[in-house]
């Protein structure tokens, strides 16, 4: 039951984070950045929505710094 009320928070969390990064509310990122400091789980997904984000705006997500 645990685990299940463990995803149950983090697809909360995941949901607070793009609702704060569309309105571009810092301190609900921050919130959710510090839940993310304690939770591998969702640290990760953070990253990947993060990716998704800057490949939508066309934004290389790694750069080598070669021209």
């Known amino acids: 039951m645990k685990s299940k009320n463990n995803q ?3 697809e909360w ?4 984070y793009v609702q704060a990064f569309d309105r571009g509310d810092a ?3 921050e919130a959710v950045l510090d839940a993310a400091l304690s ?3 969702l640290s990760a997904a953070i990253d990947e929505i993060n990716l998704g984000y800057l490949e939508e705006a066309g934004i ?5 710094g070669h021209f």
Do not use: N
């Open 60 to 64: 290389p997500a790694f750069c080598t």
């Open 39 to 41: 939770d591998p789980d």
């Open 13 to 16: 969390w995941i949901h607070r």
């Open 8 to 10: 149950q928070m983090r």
């Open 27 to 29: 301190e609900g990122i």
